[in-house]
């Protein structure tokens, strides 16, 4: 039961999120507001992850992982019922601040509860099973957000309703504390620590960051530079993320049998070939689409499988702080990743693959090298 209302909670913040950013760009470009200021304003849901992180390790270790999820979905609810009550693009952009704070407390807990109580055994498959719940929720958020036409503030109160049930049912489950850390550390020297312990791991949410990022809002400039219309890049662009979803489980399941680093390093290798196949087929719909859903296979459970492999290769004394860093990197490259990813675009249209290939490349690259100096130890 407990692993099944972890999973569940992740599946309503996905669906909210997933609702949350066409929703609020619609609603804003409505009013107005440029597409550089609408992309730029989405950055604050990061910037509240990466706010929040230095302050969460000692409220967890002191006072375990459910009043930490409680708290975090409190803050998610209340964000999403002030969103419709107010129009205002700066408060949005304080909301919406707050709403990544709330989601990064949510995610580090229930994230860190589950690496804690998995198995290494099933470790990949649980983790897997987490990433899967959340991508679904994030595909379904689309379908959330088109509720707007009906009425504008629809979509925030059903977020809101869901995302109450399921902080509802986390008073069900008993209180767990992380085992505790050295009182001597600091919090640098944990970081220092689970980064020193587990850094190729920790390329990966860095990595998928920067893809997630890229695929959703460079892509289609990508598309545009080669003459595509709209309705190629809208029926093109979800392949990555059913690619994800449906590979999600059977990746995490073959990390378990065959080593996490083994099947990571061949789904890096994988996806980059599949990036590289798509500057072939340049402009047809079919060989794009199907470029994108073969990448998402291999792609789509870099997160988890780093979190997994990263919690593979730390004491459990460190996990709070490597399930930090892990939410802190993915920010950073989902932050990074559209400007970085833009500007090769602007360079030429066919750099984009190359450019998100590269990122690829350097996690995989450390994967084999870190096997060349075990192999010699």
């Known amino acids: 039961m407990r692993f099944a209302i972890l999973t569940g909670i992740v599946a309503i913040s996905g669906l909210s999120q997933g609702m949350l950013l066409p929703l609020l760009a619609m609603l804003l470009d409505e009013s107005g507001v440029s597409s550089t200021v609408n992309g730029a304003h989405a950055a604050a849901l990061y910037i509240g992850v990466l706010a929040i992180s230095p302050f969460l390790e000692h409220p967890l270790g002191k006072y375990g992982y459910k009043p930490m999820i409680i708290m975090g979905g409190f803050i998610v609810i209340c964000s999403l019922i002030l969103f419709p009550l107010f129009s205002s693009f700066f408060l949005w952009l304080v909301i919406r601040f707050f709403i990544g704070m709330g989601d990064h407390m949510l995610h580090f807990a229930t994230q860190t509860w589950i690496t804690d109580f998995s198995p290494p055994a099933e470790r990949g498959r649980r983790l897997s099973l987490y990433g899967l719940a959340f991508g679904l929720g994030f595909t379904a958020g689309p379908l959330l957000a088109s509720l707007a036409s009906i009425n504008e503030a629809l979509p925030f ?4 309703l869901l995302s ?21 550390s600091s919090a640098a020297g944990r970081w220092i620590g689970a980064w020193k312990y587990a850094w190729p791991a920790l390329l990966l949410p860095l990595a998928y960051g920067f893809l997630e990022a890229a695929i959703h809002s460079v892509f289609p400039l990508y598309a545009l530079h080669k003459r595509m219309s709209a309705e190629q890049i809208t029926l093109i662009l979800p392949f990555f993320s059913f690619g994800g979803i449906i590979f999600q489980l059977p990746l995490g399941a073959l990390s378990d049998r065959f080593g ?8 890096l290798l994988a996806g980059i070939s599949c990036f590289l196949t798509a500057l072939v087929v340049d402009t047809s719909t ?46 950073l490259g989902s932050i990074i990743g559209p400007p ?11 750099a984009f693959f190359l450019a998100v290939s590269a990122v690829l490349l350097i996690p995989a ?3 084999a090298r870190r096997r060349e100096r075990e192999k010699a130890a």
């Open 164 to 184: 109450f049930i399921g902080w509802i049912a986390v008073f069900c489950l008993p209180n767990e504390k992380p085992k505790a850390f050295e009182r001597s």
């Open 157 to 160: 109160y059903l977020a809101a």
């Open 365 to 367: 690259v450390c994967l």
């Open 260 to 267: 996490r680093r083994v099947a990571i390093t061949g789904a």
């Open 286 to 331: 079919v060989g794009l689409a199907t470029c994108l859903f073969a990448a998402g296979m291999f792609t789509g459970s870099l997160f988890s499988l780093g979190i997994a492999y990263m919690t593979d290769l730390l004491p459990k004394t460190l996990l709070p702080a490597g399930n930090l860093l892990s939410g802190m990197l993915y920010s």
């Open 340 to 350: 970085l990813a833009g500007s090769a675009v602007d360079v030429t249209a066919d």
